[in-house]
Protein backbone atom coordinates (compact mmCIF):
# COMPACT_ATOMS: atom_id res chain seq x y z
CA UNK A 1 0.00 0.00 0.00
CA UNK A 2 1.41 3.37 -1.15
CA UNK A 3 0.45 6.56 0.70
CA UNK A 4 1.37 10.18 -1.18
CA UNK A 5 3.34 12.04 1.26
CA UNK A 6 0.85 15.47 0.84
CA UNK A 7 -2.30 13.23 1.12
CA UNK A 8 -1.04 12.77 4.58
CA UNK A 9 0.08 16.16 5.12
CA UNK A 10 -3.18 17.21 3.91
CA UNK A 11 -4.86 14.57 6.18
CA UNK A 12 -2.94 15.77 9.73
CA UNK A 13 -3.87 19.75 9.08
CA UNK A 14 -7.53 18.42 8.19
CA UNK A 15 -6.73 16.70 11.79
CA UNK A 16 -4.90 19.85 13.22
CA UNK A 17 -7.93 21.73 12.08
CA UNK A 18 -10.90 19.91 13.37
CA UNK A 19 -11.94 21.09 9.51
CA UNK A 20 -11.82 19.79 5.69
CA UNK A 21 -12.10 23.36 4.66
CA UNK A 22 -9.38 24.63 7.09
CA UNK A 23 -6.77 21.92 6.08
CA UNK A 24 -7.20 22.56 2.19
CA UNK A 25 -6.63 26.57 3.31
CA UNK A 26 -3.34 24.90 4.50
CA UNK A 27 -2.22 23.05 1.96
CA UNK A 28 -3.31 25.64 -0.50
CA UNK A 29 -6.32 23.26 -2.60
CA UNK A 30 -9.71 23.87 -3.00
CA UNK A 31 -12.26 22.34 -1.45
CA UNK A 32 -13.32 19.50 -3.85
CA UNK A 33 -9.95 18.60 -4.33
CA UNK A 34 -9.21 18.24 -0.50
CA UNK A 35 -12.36 15.97 -0.25
CA UNK A 36 -11.72 14.23 -2.87
CA UNK A 37 -7.92 13.20 -1.72
CA UNK A 38 -9.20 12.20 1.33
CA UNK A 39 -12.20 9.93 0.18
CA UNK A 40 -9.28 8.52 -1.99
CA UNK A 41 -7.04 7.97 1.36
CA UNK A 42 -10.38 6.05 3.24
CA UNK A 43 -10.70 3.99 -0.09
CA UNK A 44 -7.13 3.08 0.04
CA UNK A 45 -7.25 2.48 3.30
CA UNK A 46 -10.43 0.44 3.30
CA UNK A 47 -11.91 2.12 6.59
CA UNK A 48 -13.47 5.60 7.51
CA UNK A 49 -10.79 8.10 8.58
CA UNK A 50 -13.05 10.69 9.60
CA UNK A 51 -16.28 11.45 11.55
CA UNK A 52 -18.03 13.82 9.26
CA UNK A 53 -20.47 16.62 11.53
CA UNK A 54 -22.26 19.74 11.06
CA UNK A 55 -19.42 21.67 13.47
CA UNK A 56 -16.34 20.06 11.41
CA UNK A 57 -14.64 16.95 11.77
CA UNK A 58 -12.77 14.23 14.43
CA UNK A 59 -10.74 11.20 13.55
CA UNK A 60 -11.63 7.43 14.11
CA UNK A 61 -9.69 5.49 16.06
CA UNK A 62 -8.33 4.47 12.87
CA UNK A 63 -8.03 8.05 11.95
CA UNK A 64 -6.02 8.72 15.33
CA UNK A 65 -3.69 5.95 14.37
CA UNK A 66 -2.54 6.92 10.47
CA UNK A 67 -2.18 10.58 11.81
CA UNK A 68 0.22 9.28 14.96
CA UNK A 69 1.66 7.49 11.89
CA UNK A 70 1.89 10.27 9.23
CA UNK A 71 3.64 12.46 11.40
CA UNK A 72 6.70 9.60 11.98
CA UNK A 73 6.62 9.70 8.59
CA UNK A 74 7.06 13.31 7.48
CA UNK A 75 9.44 13.73 10.31
CA UNK A 76 11.33 10.82 9.05
CA UNK A 77 11.22 12.15 5.15
CA UNK A 78 12.46 15.60 6.34
CA UNK A 79 15.29 13.77 8.46
CA UNK A 80 16.47 11.76 5.31
CA UNK A 81 16.38 15.41 2.64
CA UNK A 82 17.65 17.30 5.02
CA UNK A 83 20.73 14.55 5.86
CA UNK A 84 21.07 14.29 1.59
CA UNK A 85 20.85 17.75 0.86
CA UNK A 86 23.26 18.64 3.66
CA UNK A 87 26.11 17.27 1.10
CA UNK A 88 25.02 20.19 -1.68
CA UNK A 89 23.52 23.23 0.83
CA UNK A 90 26.24 25.88 1.80
CA UNK A 91 26.65 25.12 5.62
CA UNK A 92 26.78 29.05 5.81
CA UNK A 93 22.75 29.14 4.62
CA UNK A 94 20.35 28.03 8.14
CA UNK A 95 16.74 28.46 8.01
CA UNK A 96 16.08 31.75 8.99
CA UNK A 97 13.41 32.49 11.88
CA UNK A 98 11.99 35.70 13.15
CA UNK A 99 9.92 36.42 15.62
CA UNK A 100 8.74 38.52 18.43
CA UNK A 101 9.85 38.99 22.34
CA UNK A 102 6.60 37.09 23.55
CA UNK A 103 6.73 34.15 21.46
CA UNK A 104 11.03 34.34 21.90
CA UNK A 105 9.85 33.40 25.92
CA UNK A 106 9.03 29.99 25.53
CA UNK A 107 7.26 29.56 22.80
CA UNK A 108 10.55 29.16 20.22
CA UNK A 109 12.84 27.88 22.99
CA UNK A 110 10.77 24.88 22.91
CA UNK A 111 10.06 24.27 19.42
CA UNK A 112 14.45 24.80 18.80
CA UNK A 113 14.73 22.33 20.80
CA UNK A 114 12.81 19.89 19.42
CA UNK A 115 13.82 20.58 16.12
CA UNK A 116 17.87 20.65 16.87
CA UNK A 117 17.54 17.87 18.98
CA UNK A 118 15.18 15.95 15.85
CA UNK A 119 17.50 17.55 12.60
CA UNK A 120 21.03 17.72 13.41
CA UNK A 121 21.99 18.20 10.00
CA UNK A 122 19.94 21.53 9.58
CA UNK A 123 21.00 24.54 11.30
CA UNK A 124 18.65 27.63 12.39
CA UNK A 125 19.14 31.51 12.70
CA UNK A 126 17.12 33.22 15.08
CA UNK A 127 16.45 36.71 15.50
CA UNK A 128 13.60 39.28 17.43
CA UNK A 129 11.74 41.25 14.90
CA UNK A 130 8.49 43.51 15.13
CA UNK A 131 5.88 42.07 13.05
CA UNK A 132 5.99 44.60 10.19
CA UNK A 133 9.90 44.32 10.11
CA UNK A 134 9.58 40.59 9.89
CA UNK A 135 6.32 40.58 7.08
CA UNK A 136 9.09 42.51 5.11
CA UNK A 137 11.60 39.88 5.58
CA UNK A 138 9.74 37.35 4.85
CA UNK A 139 8.03 39.10 1.85
CA UNK A 140 11.59 40.08 0.63
CA UNK A 141 12.77 36.00 0.35
CA UNK A 142 15.13 37.31 3.77
CA UNK A 143 13.59 34.47 6.37
CA UNK A 144 11.78 31.14 6.08
CA UNK A 145 9.51 31.69 9.19
CA UNK A 146 7.90 34.27 11.26
CA UNK A 147 5.91 34.44 14.42
CA UNK A 148 3.72 37.29 14.05
CA UNK A 149 0.78 38.97 15.37
CA UNK A 150 -2.21 39.41 13.76
CA UNK A 151 -3.90 42.57 13.92
CA UNK A 152 -0.14 44.07 12.28
CA UNK A 153 -0.27 41.26 9.80
CA UNK A 154 -3.18 41.47 7.76
CA UNK A 155 -3.77 41.13 4.56
CA UNK A 156 0.10 41.12 3.73
CA UNK A 157 -0.07 38.66 0.90
CA UNK A 158 1.57 35.85 2.93
CA UNK A 159 0.99 32.04 3.57
CA UNK A 160 -0.13 32.53 7.40
CA UNK A 161 -1.97 29.71 10.08
CA UNK A 162 -3.46 30.33 13.29
CA UNK A 163 -0.60 29.65 16.05
CA UNK A 164 -2.20 30.76 19.65
CA UNK A 165 -3.41 33.43 21.99
CA UNK A 166 -0.60 36.35 22.65
CA UNK A 167 -3.43 38.44 25.08
CA UNK A 168 -1.86 40.43 27.48
CA UNK A 169 -2.42 39.85 31.52
CA UNK A 170 -1.88 42.23 34.56
CA UNK A 171 0.45 40.46 37.01
CA UNK A 172 1.47 41.45 40.38
CA UNK A 173 2.71 39.62 44.02
CA UNK A 174 0.28 37.45 45.35
CA UNK A 175 -2.41 38.98 47.66
CA UNK A 176 -0.83 42.39 47.07
CA UNK A 177 -2.32 45.66 45.26
CA UNK A 178 -4.61 42.76 42.44
CA UNK A 179 -6.15 40.60 45.44
CA UNK A 180 -9.88 40.12 44.68
CA UNK A 181 -9.21 42.36 41.27
CA UNK A 182 -10.15 39.45 37.90
CA UNK A 183 -9.79 42.56 35.63
CA UNK A 184 -8.53 46.32 34.84
CA UNK A 185 -8.22 48.39 32.41
CA UNK A 186 -4.84 49.73 31.26
CA UNK A 187 -5.95 53.82 32.63
CA UNK A 188 -6.41 51.44 36.43
CA UNK A 189 -2.85 49.70 35.66
CA UNK A 190 -1.11 53.20 35.34
CA UNK A 191 -2.20 54.16 38.42
CA UNK A 192 0.29 52.16 39.83
CA UNK A 193 3.98 51.77 39.85
CA UNK A 194 5.02 49.35 36.72
CA UNK A 195 7.91 47.87 35.70
CA UNK A 196 8.73 46.85 32.03
CA UNK A 197 10.85 45.30 29.17
CA UNK A 198 13.50 47.72 27.94
CA UNK A 199 12.30 50.79 26.11
CA UNK A 200 13.60 49.49 22.40
CA UNK A 201 11.80 45.63 23.03
CA UNK A 202 9.42 44.96 20.29
CA UNK A 203 6.44 44.43 23.20
CA UNK A 204 6.87 47.44 25.03
CA UNK A 205 6.97 49.38 21.71
CA UNK A 206 3.42 48.07 20.72
CA UNK A 207 2.13 48.86 24.11
CA UNK A 208 3.12 52.03 23.58
CA UNK A 209 1.97 52.05 19.95
CA UNK A 210 -1.65 50.99 21.01
CA UNK A 211 -1.93 52.87 23.85
CA UNK A 212 -1.81 56.14 22.15
CA UNK A 213 -0.39 59.22 22.64
CA UNK A 214 -2.70 60.76 25.04
CA UNK A 215 -2.50 57.52 27.51
CA UNK A 216 -1.58 57.80 31.30
CA UNK A 217 1.87 58.83 32.37
CA UNK A 218 3.27 55.62 33.59
CA UNK A 219 6.09 55.43 36.18
CA UNK A 220 8.43 52.50 36.00
CA UNK A 221 10.70 51.76 38.79
CA UNK A 222 12.61 49.61 36.26
CA UNK A 223 13.22 47.98 33.00
CA UNK A 224 14.85 44.97 32.05
CA UNK A 225 15.59 42.93 28.61
CA UNK A 226 14.11 39.76 29.83
CA UNK A 227 10.39 38.85 30.15
CA UNK A 228 11.53 35.94 32.48
CA UNK A 229 13.33 38.81 35.07
CA UNK A 230 10.02 40.88 34.21
CA UNK A 231 7.62 37.91 35.75
CA UNK A 232 10.04 37.44 38.31
CA UNK A 233 10.26 40.95 39.84
CA UNK A 234 6.35 41.18 39.80
CA UNK A 235 6.12 37.80 41.61
CA UNK A 236 8.28 39.55 43.96
CA UNK A 237 6.65 42.51 44.85
CA UNK A 238 8.43 45.27 42.69
CA UNK A 239 5.94 46.20 40.84
CA UNK A 240 2.90 44.97 38.47
CA UNK A 241 3.62 44.14 34.70
CA UNK A 242 1.70 44.10 31.46
CA UNK A 243 3.30 40.54 30.09
CA UNK A 244 1.25 38.21 27.65
CA UNK A 245 -0.34 35.12 29.53
CA UNK A 246 1.54 32.55 27.91
CA UNK A 247 4.49 33.83 29.92
CA UNK A 248 3.40 33.68 33.00
CA UNK A 249 4.31 30.50 34.47
CA UNK A 250 1.99 28.43 36.38
CA UNK A 251 4.48 27.35 38.67
CA UNK A 252 4.85 30.98 40.04
CA UNK A 253 2.61 32.84 43.08
CA UNK A 254 1.00 35.50 41.33
CA UNK A 255 -2.02 37.36 41.02
CA UNK A 256 -3.51 37.57 37.22
CA UNK A 257 -5.97 40.05 36.01
CA UNK A 258 -7.26 40.43 32.49
CA UNK A 259 -6.48 43.43 30.78
CA UNK A 260 -9.81 44.34 29.24
CA UNK A 261 -9.07 47.22 26.47
CA UNK A 262 -9.64 45.90 23.22
CA UNK A 263 -6.02 46.27 22.12
CA UNK A 264 -4.69 43.49 24.49
CA UNK A 265 -6.28 40.69 22.78
CA UNK A 266 -3.95 39.07 20.30
CA UNK A 267 -3.18 36.22 18.49
CA UNK A 268 0.44 34.64 17.12
CA UNK A 269 0.14 33.83 13.80
CA UNK A 270 3.12 31.49 12.07
CA UNK A 271 4.04 33.06 8.52
CA UNK A 272 5.60 31.61 5.90
CA UNK A 273 8.33 33.09 3.51
CA UNK A 274 8.18 33.50 -0.27
CA UNK A 275 11.85 32.29 -1.09
CA UNK A 276 12.10 28.87 -2.96
CA UNK A 277 14.71 26.66 -1.64
CA UNK A 278 15.81 23.05 -1.49
CA UNK A 279 15.20 23.12 2.32
CA UNK A 280 11.49 23.88 1.78
CA UNK A 281 10.62 20.20 3.14
CA UNK A 282 13.15 21.43 6.29
CA UNK A 283 11.08 24.45 6.72
CA UNK A 284 8.16 22.50 6.89
CA UNK A 285 9.25 20.34 9.65
CA UNK A 286 10.52 23.57 11.68
CA UNK A 287 6.76 24.64 11.11
CA UNK A 288 5.58 21.59 13.06
CA UNK A 289 7.81 21.99 15.82
CA UNK A 290 6.67 25.29 16.31
CA UNK A 291 2.84 23.92 16.00
CA UNK A 292 3.44 21.33 18.49
CA UNK A 293 5.24 24.07 21.12
CA UNK A 294 2.01 26.01 20.34
CA UNK A 295 0.34 23.48 21.74
CA UNK A 296 2.19 22.13 24.34
CA UNK A 297 2.00 25.55 25.88
CA UNK A 298 0.06 25.53 29.40
CA UNK A 299 -2.87 28.14 28.66
CA UNK A 300 -1.76 29.91 31.44
CA UNK A 301 -3.33 31.07 34.51
CA UNK A 302 -6.80 32.56 34.31
CA UNK A 303 -6.83 34.81 37.49
CA UNK A 304 -5.71 34.83 41.17
CA UNK A 305 -5.07 31.45 42.85
CA UNK A 306 -4.69 29.23 39.98
CA UNK A 307 -0.72 28.98 40.22
CA UNK A 308 1.52 27.53 42.22
CA UNK A 309 4.66 28.42 44.14
CA UNK A 310 8.37 27.86 42.81
CA UNK A 311 11.71 29.29 43.51
CA UNK A 312 12.37 32.37 41.29
CA UNK A 313 15.93 30.36 40.18
CA UNK A 314 13.95 27.80 38.83
CA UNK A 315 14.93 26.83 35.09
CA UNK A 316 12.16 25.50 32.98
CA UNK A 317 13.12 22.43 30.61
CA UNK A 318 12.06 21.91 27.59
CA UNK A 319 11.43 18.67 25.88
Request: one cysteine or more; hydrophobic letters at 40%; charged letters at 25%.
Amino acid sequence: MRYDLDDLRLFLDIVAEGSITAGARRMHLSLPSASARVRALEHQAGVALLIRGRRGVRPTPAGTTLARHAREVLDRTARLESAVASYTRSPTAPLALLSGGSAMHRLVPRALVSFLRAHPDIDVTVSESRTPETVRMLTDGEADLGVVLDDEARDCGLRMEPLGDDSLVVIGQAEGILAGRTALTYSEVAEHPLIGLDPGSSLRRWIEKHVGPHAPAVRYRTTVADLGVLVALAAAGVGLALVPRRAVDPRWLLDVCELVDPWARRHHLLAWGVKDRTSSTATAALAEHLRRAALSEPAGPGGHGDSGKTDPAHQEKWE
